[in-house]
């Protein structure tokens, strides 16, 4: 189940890590919100974190 949060002052990693339990996950979370830069500065944005991956790839997409 995807969910929404709203942050500032972080990154990508530290947020696949929190939510997707692997750092190395940081690019699911820029691709499902078109995002650029892994760090997030500035004012508070809300996104979207994918569900978990339950097809573990040791952080490698899969193509």
Known sequence: MTM???VTGT???NLAARYLGD???FYRI???NG???PV???PPVTLVIPDV???Y???IPTL
Request: glycine letters at 8%; proline letters at 0%; hydrophobic letters at 30%.
């Open 4 to 6: 929404e949060v709203t």
């Open 11 to 13: 990154d990508c990693f």
């Open 23 to 25: 750092a190395t996950e």
């Open 30 to 32: 820029m691709v499902q």
């Open 35 to 37: 995002l650029t830069d």
């Open 40 to 42: 997030i500065s500035g």
């Open 53 to 55: 991956e339950t097809d």
């Open 57 to 59: 790839t040791d952080g």
